[in-house]
């Protein structure tokens, strides 16, 4: 995971308030109203990590 980068990442968990992207070792909370709707465990979005 890069810093200030635009980069694909995939869903490693999904909980009520959002989902958790990265690997099992790294991850980065994605708000809620930010996942992409019918987004599951396994699928890869285009995220910006500030």
Do not use: H, S
Not at 4 to 19: H, N, P, S, Y
Not at 23 to 41: D, H, M, R, S
């Amino acid at each position: 995971m890069e810093l200030g980068r635009t980069q694909k990442l995939e869903i490693v968990r999904m909980v009520d308030f959002g989902a958790y992207l990265g690997t099992e070792e790294e991850q980065v909370l994605l708000p809620k109203k930010q996942v992409p709707e019918g987004a599951n465990v396994g699928d890869e979005v285009k995220v910006f990590i500030y």
